[in-house]
Each structure stands twice: as structure tokens, then as C-alpha cells.
């Protein structure tokens, strides 16, 4: 199957790989000329034959909106367009209505795996019509990882969005946990290592997950932590569940709390918030804040 590609980022040139791995042709544009495979929107769309399928993977907000604009002038009846980058819920309907006036066919779809998507697979939740769906199967197929899992229909335009704004606030509340639990072993002069701790946590416990073995991997790399600040960003979609939530009058006091420590984290030094920036790191390539050397009065 040939796809077009719009941004060529940590995610998006990783999923360029793997579905090329997976057989399809991938026409990718971005920005950057360096990884480029054409030098405009155009030059891609030109290079694809009908119906057109086009991947947007740039940045949520006015990035991605910018992008479905001059995709509608074009793409024609019968293509489909598929955003995959973190957008917010709400703006998928928008988006949808405005490509749907030229007959153009829109897909919403909540991507997760990071930086080790390439290898292991993306889980994908997909929003949209069922015969747009059916119509880009084939990449879905190629991205998500082998099994059963990994792969949803979750509804109608909006619906892949709004699953994985929630998948991520859980993963807000699931990281802070860990991040918290880490903190107290290492305040408490009681454990002798708690890297070894962690680790034996990754058979047989119930808390056992794919956060925890990266947080013993950054752990590993780093057995305090001592190279990274106690200080966390958000991304955006911690803050839209906690709004979803008091929208609908969903008590949410795990997740909030998480997004409220990302928010304090900001103002001091955060033990646990080295953790949670950790973790994003190892999951995501999410950059991170250096700590300063400890002065004078620090060592005193």
C-alpha cells in the first residue's frame, strides 16, 4: 500500500521504517530537508496514487490543523487522511466536517510506543467511519504489534483521540506510583538497594508493567538519579482528562493529583519528579532537565 507521511520526528520516521519493513511504499515529507524524501506537500501527494492515503504526525493544535488545510485543497473524493499526533478530542470533528465537504475521508488515531515503536510495535486506537477504516487496515496492520492486541476500533470520529487522551492520563497516575514508592525507599535508610527492588518487582508482583522496567532501566543508567532535575512537563493530555473528567462529573483524584505534582515540580526540586521525567525519557525520548552541581552551601 502507498502513504504519505507528514512528519518525519521521533515517532513518525520510526513508523516509516517499520511499515517499509512491512512491504508499503512510504512517500515521507517534513520540514527538515535532511529527512525529507520530497520538498513539499505537493511532491508528495503528486507521488501517490488514488485513493490517496496521507498520515499527518505533527505536532497537536494549529501545527495539525495548518496541515488538514492545505491537505483539503489537495487531496480529492475518496482519500483519506489520518491524524495520528496527540490532537485533542474536540478538534477532531472539525477536522473531519472540513475534509469531509471535498469528499475526503478522516480518521483519527491515538498512537502510543514511543521510541520503541519501531521494533515493538504501536498500539493504535482508531476513530472514524467504518469504510475509512477499512480502507487503511493495511498500515494498521503493519504498525500495531504482533497478536491478538494492540489495536482498536474504538468508535467514530473523536473516539481514537478521546481513547488515548484517558490512556494517557492513566499513564500520568501509574507513573506518579511508581515515582512516589521510589522516593520513600530511597528516603528511608531501611533498603539496601533499591534498583534491586524495582527489579524483582518485574516477575510475579502484581504492579509488574512495561513503566516499571523502564524506570529500572533509567535506574540502571543512573542508580540516583542524580543527573536528571526532579522537574516534569505535560504534554497536554493529563490537563484534557482532568477537564473531560470535570465535564462529566468523573471523580478523578489519582490522575489529577498526578498532574498537579507535574505542576509543583516545576516550582522545587522534586525526588519523585526525577523518576516520572525518568520514565518519560526511557518510553518516549522526552528530553530531559539537567540538575546543577550542588554549590557551596549545598555540600555543607
Known amino acids: 500500500m502507498d502513504v504519505g507521511l507528514i512528519g518525519l520526528g521521533k515517532m513518525g520516521g520510526n513508523m516509516r521504517e517499520r511499515l517499509r519493513a512491512a512491504g508499503h511504499t512510504v512517500v515521507g515529507f517534513d520540514r527538515n530537508p535532511d529527512v525529507s524524501d520530497v520538498d513539499s506537500l505537493q511532491a508528495m501527494v503528486d507521488k ?28 480529492g473524493e475518496g482519500d483519506v487522511v489520518i ?13 473531519g466536517e472540513a475534509l469531509a465537504s ?32 477499512e480502507t487503511v487496515q493495511p498500515i494498521f496492520d503493519a504498525l500495531k ?16 483521540h478521546f481513547s488515548k487522551m484517558v490512556h494517557n492520563g492513566i499513564e500520568y497516575g501509574l507513573m506518579q ?20 527492588v524495582f527489579r524483582s518487582w518485574r516477575e510475579g508482583t502484581v504492579i509488574r ?46 490522575i489529577s493529583s498526578a498532574l498537579f505534582a507535574r505542576f509543583a515540580s516545576r516550582q522545587d526540586d522534586s525526588p519523585a519528579m526525577k523518576a516520572v521525567s525518568a520514565m ?20 555543607s
Open 102 to 133: 471535498k469528499g475526503i475521508g478522516f480518521v483519527d488515531c491515538g498512537v502510543s510506543g514511543g521510541v520503541w515503536g519501531r521494533e515493538n510495535g504501536y498500539a493504535l486506537m482508531a476513530g472514524g467511519d467504518k469504510q475509512h477504516i
Open 209 to 254: 508493567s512495561w513503566l516499571l522496567d523502564l524506570l529500572v532501566a533509567a535506574l540502571d543508567d543512573d542508580d540516583h538519579l542524580d543527573q536528571i532535575a526532579g522537574w516534569a512537563e505535560d504534554s497536554g493530555e493529563g490537563r484534557w482528562t482532568v477537564e473531560a473528567a470535570i465535564d462529566n462529573a468523573v471523580p478523578m483524584p489519582a
Open 83 to 95: 491524524d495520528g499526533g496527540n490532537s485533542r478530542w474536540t478538534d477532531d470533528k472539525i477536522n
Open 145 to 160: 504489534p504482533e497478536g491478538e492486541f494492540g489495536w482498536v476500533h474504538a468508535g467514530g470520529i473523536g473516539a481514537g
Open 48 to 75: 501517490l496514487p488514488s485513493p490517496k492515503v496521507v498520515w499527518v504526525m505533527v505536532p497537536a493544535g494549529e501545527p495539525t490543523k495548518a496541515t488538514i488545510r492545505e491537505l483539503q485543497d489537495l487531496l
Open 177 to 196: 506510583a511508581y515515582a512516589e514508592g521510589w522516593e520513600l525507599l530511597t528516603k528511608v535508610d531501611v533498603v539496601d538497594n533499591v534498583t534491586e
Open 280 to 299: 518519560r525519557n526511557q518510553f518516549g525520548g522526552h528530553a530531559t532537565k539537567v540538575s546543577a552541581p550542588p554549590t557551596t552551601a549545598d555540600k
